[in-house]
C-alpha cells in the first residue's frame, strides 16, 4: 500500500476510534475495530472507492455492529454486568465535544444506556447525535432506508431521554467544588454531610474494586453513603489491596468529574460522579485494572495537579 493510501488512513483515525468506542463503550475494542478496518482498507481496491471517508466509515460501523451481536458481548453484557471503559478528559477517542448531544453522546451515562438499544438503533443514534450525518448518508452506512434511520434515532432519543437523569450540565468549577466536599465527607467519616450531598435517588454502580463477579448496585442516598463511606474508609488491608497508600485526584472521565485513587502514579480505580442540581445523582466505580488500561496511559503523559487528599 503506497503512503498516500496509509496517510488517508490515518486522517481519519481518530474519527473512526471516535465512533467505534461510542458505539462498543470500550477503548480496547475499538481499537481493535479500527485496526481491521486498516486491514480491510489494505486489501481494498482503493480505485473503486470514490469517497474513502464515507467508506472507512461504513466498515467500521458494521465491524463494531458484528462485534455488539457476537455471543460474547451479549454474555458480556447481560443483565446489565457490564460498566463502559471510562478514558480521561482531552482523550482524543472521546472525539467531538462542541455541542451539548456530542458531549453527552460519551458520558459514562448515556454509553450505558445506549446498551438497551439495538444494535442498529445505537448505531444510527451515534452516527447522528455525535457525527451530525444526514439520515441518507446513514442510510447508506447502515444499508437501511432513511425513513428507517429516522425511526431509528427518533426511537433510540426517546429511550435514552426516558432512562436519562436530567439536570444539565454543571460548570467545571462548581462540579469540582461538589466532588471535593464529597470525598472529604466519605474520607473523614462525616456520614451526615455525605448523605446532604446527594439527591434522594441517588444510586451507585460498581465493579467491587475489580473483584466482583458481578456489579454492585445500592439505591438510596442513605444505602449509597453507607457504601461510600465503608468503600473509602482507610485500613492496613485495602491499603495492602491498592498496592500501597492512595492519593486522590479530581479530575474529568468521559466529561464528568471523576475521583482517581493513585498509587506510584498508576491509577488504581475511578468514581465517576453525575451531578444534579448541586447534588451527586450516580456514582459510578471502576476499578478492574483491563478496564483502566487506556485512562494509565492518558494519566502517564501527563502532568498530574496536586492531590485532594496526598496520603490515604
Same mark, same amino acid.
Given at each position: ?8 488512513? *490515518?486522517?481519519?483515525? @481518530?474519527?473512526?476510534? $471516535? ?15 479500527? %485496526? ?5 482498507? %489494505? ?21 463494531? =455492529? !458484528?462485534?455488539?451481536?457476537? +455471543? %460474547? ?10 460498566? /463502559? ?8 477517542? =472521546? ?5 451539548? *448531544? ?8 448515556? =454509553? ?8 442498529? *438503533? ?11 450525518? /444526514? ?15 429516522? %425511526? ?45 450531598? =446527594? ?29 461510600? #463511606?465503608?468503600? &473509602?474508609? /482507610? ?20 466529561? $464528568? ?8 502514579? #498508576?491509577?488504581? @480505580? ?8 448541586? #447534588? ?6 471502576? +476499578?478492574?485494572? !483491563?478496564?483502566?488500561?487506556? &485512562?494509565?496511559? +492518558?494519566?502517564?503523559?501527563? *502532568? ?9
Amino acid at each position: 500500500m503506497d503512503s498516500a493510501a496509509v496517510d488517508r488512513f *490515518e486522517a481519519s483515525r @481518530g474519527r473512526l476510534a $471516535s465512533l467505534a468506542y461510542r458505539l462498543l463503550g470500550s477503548a480496547t475494542d475499538a481499537e481493535d475495530a479500527v %485496526q481491521d478496518t486498516f486491514l480491510r482498507w %489494505q486489501a481494498a481496491d482503493r480505485e473503486r472507492v470514490d469517497v474513502p471517508e464515507a467508506w472507512l466509515t461504513k466498515v467500521v460501523t458494521h465491524l463494531c =455492529l !458484528d462485534r455488539l451481536r457476537s +455471543a %460474547q458481548a451479549r454474555h458480556e453484557r447481560a443483565a446489565g454486568d457490564w460498566l /463502559p471503559e471510562p478514558l480521561l478528559g482531552g482523550d482524543p477517542m =472521546l472525539g467531538p465535544a462542541d455541542t451539548f *448531544e456530542q458531549r453527552e453522546s460519551v458520558s459514562l451515562a448515556v =454509553l450505558v444506556l445506549m446498551e438497551r438499544l439495538s444494535p442498529v *438503533e445505537r448505531a444510527a443514534y451515534v452516527l447522528r447525535e455525535a457525527f451530525s450525518y /444526514p439520515h441518507a448518508e446513514i442510510a447508506r452506512i447502515l444499508d437501511i432506508t432513511e425513513s428507517t434511520s429516522q %425511526q431509528h434515532v427518533h426511537r433510540a432519543r426517546r429511550r435514552v431521554a426516558a432512562e436519562r437523569r436530567r439536570g444539565g450540565e454543571v460548570d467545571p468549577a462548581s462540579a469540582r467544588r461538589i466532588v471535593e466536599e464529597f470525598l472529604a465527607a466519605a474520607t473523614s467519616g462525616r456520614t451526615e454531610r455525605l448523605v446532604e450531598l =446527594l439527591t434522594a435517588d441517588a444510586a451507585v454502580v460498581s465493579d467491587g474494586a475489580g473483584l466482583a463477579r458481578r456489579l454492585v448496585r445500592y439505591r438510596t442516598r442513605e444505602r449509597v453513603a453507607s457504601f461510600v #463511606r465503608a468503600g &473509602l474508609r /482507610p485500613t492496613p488491608a485495602k491499603r495492602r489491596l491498592a498496592g500501597g497508600s492512595l492519593a486522590f485526584h479530581i479530575e474529568s472521565v468521559n466529561g $464528568s468529574p471523576a475521583v482517581l485513587a493513585v498509587v506510584d502514579g #498508576r491509577v488504581v @480505580g475511578a468514581v465517576a460522579c453525575d451531578l444534579s442540581d448541586g #447534588r451527586i445523582a450516580f456514582l459510578r466505580g471502576i +476499578a478492574a485494572a !483491563d478496564r483502566l488500561t487506556r &485512562l494509565n496511559e +492518558a494519566w502517564s503523559r501527563r *502532568e498530574p495537579g496536586v492531590p485532594v487528599i496526598e496520603a490515604w
